[in-house]
């Protein structure tokens, strides 16, 4: 378990949000807390409604109501910053696109979304009172983001650049074209995926679970849909697809086992 009490360092996946439309809201509650016991808390907010989801009362996660989604299909990762303003501006100079401009989020922070040069979207969040997810790495919380795209390098340059991340090799998966994006400190945030099947450029969302095979049942139950379970060098997985056709993958890690 790591409980999160302050703001991240620069550069860390800090929040996620899912974006569903207004009619999806209940559907996408039902789903996620049968998956993984969530509680949740609605609010109004600017622009519709707003879920904080919770986990032991401390918010993990949440849903926005949006009728165009920030990052179509997945969960959007946002990545820490102490001034929202300025990574923005560090992001267009690097070549990617500012997609909504830095604005406060009343008693909570500052984010802005972005793109970035081969297409995934993601979000900044400059925490105030709210410094994201409370708890992660622990089963039903997020655990790691992994940028999967046909253009990789591009894509390590500009977060390279964006964010001061060192880029190393992955020896453990020396088939593939896999790099760990470091903070300065040499801590891992995830990592660059170049497959040249993708057919979309995008950062995937990984959470944590105990039971890769037991969760995988809970998601069809629950209206789901997921693909085959692997094993790999870090635990087993499994990409799953929500009722509303947002794709996430699913992990349970051997006791020990270092994975974000």
Known sequence: MSLVSSNQPYGTPTWIELDVPATGLDRAREF????????????????GFYTTCLLRDLPVAGLRQAATPAAPGLWCVYFATE??????????????????????????GRRALAEDPVGAHFGLWQGGTHPGC???????????NDL????????????????????????????????????????????????????????????????????????LAAGGSAGPVSDTPYGRMAEITDPLGNVFDLIARPAGTILA
């Open 148 to 219: 999967i795209t046909a253009n990789p390098e591009p894509a390590r340059l500009f977060y390279a650049d964006v964010f001061d991340f060192t880029l190393d090799g992955n020896q453990d998966l020396p088939e593939s074209d896999f790099t760990f994006l470091r903070r300065p400190d040499g801590h891992e945030i995830g990592g660059v995926f170049g497959d040249p099947t993708a057919t979309s450029t995008r950062w995937q969302t990984t959470f944590e679970v105990a039971d890769t095979d037991a969760t995988v049942a809970s998601a």
């Open 134 to 144: 409370r708890l992660v790495n622990e089963p039903g919380t997020l655990v790691r």
């Open 32 to 47: 996620y807390g049968a998956l993984f016991g969530w509680d949740f808390t609605t609010a109004d907010a600017a622009n």
């Open 83 to 108: 001034d929202c303003d300025s990574t923005a501006k560090r992001v267009a100079d690097a070549g990617g696109t500012v997609r909504l401009s830095p604005l406060d989020v009343p008693g909570l």
